[in-house]
């Protein structure tokens, strides 16, 4: 087992041991924020027909058409019904958006460009062939690729779907996520706080976290900070792809998960991250599960999972896209602690004269959950690096967006 590595060589190791979960076979109206299991190509045009985008009148355009044009109205043509009456020099059908082109005409005209009376029309300002006409396929060809397998289905593209006619998808399923949160300390909501314990909160902001990740989430009660009890709680999460531990991942006396995976049949990957918060999470693999074990601290095991847990999840999930990465940001706040290991700043995300800022919460402790609320960055500080300064320049990553 490796002690105290980098977070890139942890991901290297995690993310090489992953495979996709299976597919399943969904309707369109129940695979919202799902990843799609295969390239979708079309299987009619869009439109499937020519049609008027505006409310107007279908015609014959020539080159030589005089100013006014009068012409006779011959046919209606509605949105959703069909004209066969075929358009002469000197007539027009009088269109509505959606409406498909009569066959005759190559041409509509806005209904503000004309005065109508009776049957008749005047095109105050005739229009060039062509014009106003949204031709068969201009959008999606038949057998066009509409899009490619890993990509995560959002509401647009669920719309995509439906507009060529398509009602079923294969997609990845849910990963299955067993969530563990040890300590003898622990109590959860609902029950007056006794003395010497505090609320856990770790089961609630990572169930949410990992429900915005759509995983279908299994969360064991509270396990106390006894080997016998942390494996009869691994033991009820057989079925989950991963299992995620919050608390005892230290080197206290009751520290006792790494010991507890490693009894319970894990190959230990590593113990330790080169990073602060969450430097004492360790990762352990039995047959094709995947166990992360992360600090007990509130905010701690919140910035463990968006460096380490949300990239294997992407994988597990079926996505195609790369993470983000870091790209710059400037620093609208100092931070003093000097340290050797690098450290993670939650901070939010602020434009100021075309450039990003970082400003930095105000507590920056591993326990102090309250500074994850309305951060929007990790500011990667490296190790050895000394105090941050206002104004310097540093790299940063986004946090996923559970506040939308």
Known sequence: ????????????????????VETECLPIANAYHRVLAQDVASQIAMPPFARSPLDGYAYLATEVDPRPLQLEVVSEIPAGTFSDRVIGIGETAK???????????????????TESLGNKVTILRPVSPG?????????????????????YLSPPAIGLFAAVGLDQVNVFRRPRV????TGSELMDVGQPLKPGKIYNSNSYTLRGMLQDAGCEVLVIPIVSDEIEDTLAALEKV?????????????VGDYDIMRHALAQFGCEMLFWKLNLKPGTPASVGQK?????????GNPAAAMVTFELLVRPVLRKL???????????????????????KQRRFLRAQAVFKDGELWADLAPAQGSGILRS???????????????????????????????ES
């Open 1 to 20: 087992m490796k002690v105290m590595i980098q977070l890139e060589e942890a991901l290297e190791i995690v993310l090489a041991r992953i495979q996709s």
């Open 95 to 113: 269109i509505f958006t959606g409406a498909p082109i009569p066959p005759g005409a190559n041409c509509v005209v806005r209904m503000e460009d």
């Open 131 to 151: 014009s106003n006409i949204v031709h068969k396929g201009e959008e999606i060809k038949e057998g066009d690729i509409l899009l490619r397998q890993g990509f």
């Open 178 to 181: 067993g969530l563990l949160s």
């Open 238 to 250: 057989a079925e989950a792809d991963i299992v995620i531990t919050t608390g005892g991942a230290s």
């Open 287 to 295: 047959g094709k599960q995947i166990f992360f074990s992360l600090s």
């Open 317 to 339: 999930t079926g996505r195609s896209t790369p993470e983000e990465g870091e790209f710059p940001v400037k620093m609208a706040s100092s931070f003093g602690k000097t340290g």
């Open 372 to 402: 994850m609320i309305g951060s929007h960055l990790l500011v990667d500080v490296p190790e050895n690096h000394g105090a941050v300064e206002v104004g310097e320049l540093l790299m940063a990553r986004w946090i996923a967006d559970w």
